[in-house]
């Protein structure tokens, strides 16, 4: 059970971290205003991923597991979060075939 608890904080620090980003092209207000981002959001992006890699690591005695699930979580929502909001199309080939990849990392650290 703590594998997807660790797997889902690894979601929700990607979310945190695209908003940290891109909270800049969503509001003019934050435009011009780095450190409150960095302040406001990169501690709970921080510990999101500090727990979600602790939980991962802890379950599957694998670092290496960890750091796959993390990084293909973040080619997962960085796509949906960026066309859904941003507008950027993610229906391209390459966008695609790179989403379909992320997902199949995740399946082979969970199931093989």
Do not use: H
């Amino acid at each position: 059970m703590n594998i997807y608890i660790g797997i889902a904080l690894v979601f929700l620090g990607q979310i945190i971290g695209w908003f940290q980003l891109n909270s800049q092209y969503l509001s003019e207000w934050w435009s011009d205003k780095p450190w409150t981002t960095a302040f406001l959001l990169g501690m709970p992006c921080s510990v999101a991923f500090w727990y979600s890699w602790k939980l991962i690591v802890d379950a599957t005695g694998s670092a290496w597991t960890a750091r796959f699930i993390g990084s293909s979580a973040g080619l997962i929502i960085f796509p949906v979060l960026t066309w859904f909001l941003l507008g950027e199309s993610m229906f391209t080939a390459k966008t695609m075939i790179c989403l379909t990849l992320a997902v199949a990392i995740i399946l082979i650290q969970l199931f093989w």
